[in-house]
């Protein structure tokens, strides 16, 4: 008989061997190792797990945010990259550079500080993590020898430490055809229930401890992400499948009538998307952050010196309804010189013409009878106008080459590409080779019934714009464009890049009087709420909605917003909160510019000027008129002085809004 000792001895090596025996043969037996990865400043700490699968979580400051979260990538033929991983190399990485952006949206001078964990696995992949200051961001990377790979599906589950409150931008239809124009839910997070889904960026709040955004960044040859409810403090991701066949409806909108059952097929060898999660400690921490442009792919147009950001008269929401003039308003020579008119006298650098001008929405090389497009481009030429041209997408997909050639023989200077509506691996292609196409031309660009920005403007920046927004056109047919959701959307839509709400309603209704008026249309909320937009939206290509007629009958009005430039040297996140009020301040040159918005409610707010670098300051400013609770056109244009020791103290009529212009007075 064995003494204790020897037969624990015995047991013990038995129980050894058999354990080393069972992780060469079940690698997802392997015990749990967890690798850290701090921001630059040691507050945000992701932590990646790798067991039987790869997950992660997040915390700040100690508090965890988000849970263990799983990762994985189904691909064709059985194969999990994520699932019982091997892994079989680590390298860490630290960067911190400058970029210049070619087109600034927020800030031009961006510092691109990161720590990086790049983990490789058994199988040809890996996987990229990064802490940034403001958030963190993962991606898969592949490195199959062939040319092609078929991916099925995509799988996070984002599990959140907590029942956060959710802005949640819900969708509709199950197809994933969609303008991404929608309301913010403002709801909690286990509310959300399995069969809702929303596009992106989604916002929580985990009370003081964090914002977290949600959203993805350097999406190209690969489909949208969406998310799914789970019922639970959770989300799940969704993609819309490869389309296989579809059946036109009309000329602008079709049925998908076949999908495949997978989401892309891509090259072997390649990044994936980034998946991100911006971390503000406060809310307006979110009106500063550049993380989509930080992750995203640098500039490819070697000559950049064409691409020209600006102000922009538009035609459709005012649906030319112009008057005290000569001749018939509508789509004709006269009407569009008289757009450019307007435009040359208050330094606007384009006109838009939209839906019309073409002699059909599918025929773009021709134009109605009564426009004369040479004409009329030569005209705008000696004004020192551009001129930009409304196209369908499928018709532009048609015949691009030669669209595209005939509008740069013509002169014009840029695109607005409409009713796209979908966010599958096709769409985001036709994305690239537009940016692509018009960049050769020396075209500028602007997306509209677009999904969100997703890091386009950084590589291709003669992208300027992007709509995938509810903006100020619903309210020529609903109530939905609310000063509540005004004011949410800088923290939400606006987060992931340029946002084409095209603001600068002339008519203003406070909500009793508001009404849904689609040629003559006007704006909830204070004309002041109104200038606010032009410091608050960020958009390089920046829209002037109404009718000339009425801006210049209020000449002071319009001299004023019209000096609001359309890009931004520097961002400032004023005292802010989602869904109630916003304010910031930015920079472009030596001038600082303030914008300050709120919802319904009426609000004074004091804000330090301690951002400003001159001793002193000439400080121009419209703000709510007195009245402007009963008319909500009402507002006081006004002019002082102030120092960097002082603090500005506004008053905010309900649904009201305040703009300044500040010029260093040395």
Not at 385 to 414: C, H, P, R, Y
Not at 570 to 577: E, F, I, N
Request: proline content about 5%.
């Amino acid at each position: 008989m064995f003494s204790n000792i020897a037969a624990g001895s015995f047991l013990t090596s038995f129980f050894s061997g058999f354990m080393f025996l069972c992780l060469l043969m079940f690698p997802c037996l392997t015990p749990a190792k967890e690798y850290s990865l701090k921001s630059p400043n040691g507050r945000l700490l992701v932590t990646v797990s790798v067991t039987d699968r790869i997950s992660f979580s997040v915390s700040l400051s100690g508090s965890a945010l988000v849970n263990s979260s799983p990762i994985s990538m189904r691909l064709k033929n059985s194969i999990e990259l994520g699932l019982n991983p091997v892994l079989t190399g680590i390298k860490n990485d630290s960067v911190d550079e400058t970029i210049e952006a070619v087109v600034p949206v927020k800030n031009k001078t961006i510092r691109n500080n990161y720590n990086e964990l790049l983990m490789s696995f058994q199988g040809n992949y890996s996987i990229s993590f990064r802490a940034y200051d403001d958030g963190m961001a993962y991606r898969f990377i592949t490195s199959f020898p062939g040319d092609e790979i078929t991916v099925e599906w995509e799988n996070a589950r984002f599990n959140f430490a907590g029942n956060y409150r959710v802005f949640f931008p819900e969708e509709e239809l199950w197809d994933f055809v969609s303008h991404y124009e929608r309301s913010y839910k403002d709801t909690n997070l286990a509310a959300i229930k399995d069969t809702q889904f929303c596009s992106l960026p989604v916002l929580l709040s985990a009370g003081n401890k964090a914002k977290l955004l949600i959203t993805e960044a350097d999406l190209y040859d690969y489909p949208n992400m969406f998310l799914y409810g789970t019922d639970e403090t959770a989300f799940r991701t969704a993609f819309p499948k490869v389309t296989l066949a579809l059946q036109h409806v009309n000329d602008r909108d079709d049925d998908i009538t076949k999908l495949a059952d997978y989401i892309a097929v891509v090259k072997g060898k390649r990044n994936f998307p980034w998946r991100v999660i911006l971390v503000a400690e406060s809310d307006k921490d979110l009106l500063e952050t550049d993380l989509v442009f930080k992750l995203s792919s640098p500039n490819v147009i070697k000559n950049t010196s064409w691409i020209k950001p600006g102000r922009v008269a538009w035609d459709w929401w005012n649906d030319r309804n112009i008057y005290n003039v000569g001749f018939p308003s509508g789509i004709n020579t006269n009407t569009y010189k008289y757009y450019v008119d307007f435009a040359s006298r208050f330094g606007l650098e384009y006109v838009i013409l939209d839906e019309g001008w073409s002699l059909s929405s599918h025929d773009l090389l021709h134009t109605v009878p009564e426009m004369d497009l040479k004409e009329l481009v030569q005209y705008a030429n000696k004004k020192n106008v551009g001129l930009i041209l409304w196209v369908l997408w499928n018709a532009l997909d048609e015949n691009m080459t030669v669209a595209l050639n005939q509008f740069a023989s013509w002169g014009i200077k840029g695109i607005k590409v409409d009713f796209m509506q979908r966010g599958d691996q096709y769409m985001v292609n036709f994305y690239e080779r537009v940016a692509s196409e018009a960049a050769k031309r020396n075209l500028a660009v602007d997306f509209h019934g677009a999904y969100k920005p997703s890091g386009l403007n950084r590589k291709y920046p003669n992208v300027l714009s992007q709509e995938g927004v509810k903006g100020l056109e619903h309210s020529k047919w609903s109530t939905d464009v609310t000063p509540k959701h005004d004011v949410t959307l800088p923290f939400t839509r606006m987060v992931a890049g340029p946002m084409d709400f095209t603001p600068g309603a002339m008519i203003n209704a406070n909500k009793e009087d508001f009404r849904a008026i689609f040629s003559e249309p006007m704006s909830q909320g204070t004309r002041c709420h109104q200038a606010a937009m032009y410091v608050v939206y960020t958009s390089p290509l920046q829209m002037f909605s109404d009718s000339p007629s009425n801006y210049l009958k209020d000449s002071v009005f319009t001299s004023f917003i019209t000096r609001m430039p359309s890009t931004w040297d520097k961002t400032v996140g004023l005292t802010s909160k989602a869904g109630e009020f916003v304010a910031l301040a930015r920079k472009n040159g030596n001038l600082w510019y303030i914008g300050a918005m709120t919802d319904w409610e009426g609000r004074q707010m004091e804000i330090p000027l301690s951002f400003l670098e001159a001793k002193s300051y000439r400080l121009e400013y419209v703000e709510d008129g007195v009245n402007a609770n009963r008319n909500a056109s009402d507002y006081r244009y006004g002019t002082g002085s102030v120092k960097p020791s002082d603090i500005l103290k506004i008053k905010l009529a309900p649904g009201g809004g305040y703009a300044a212009i500040l010029t260093p007075a040395e």
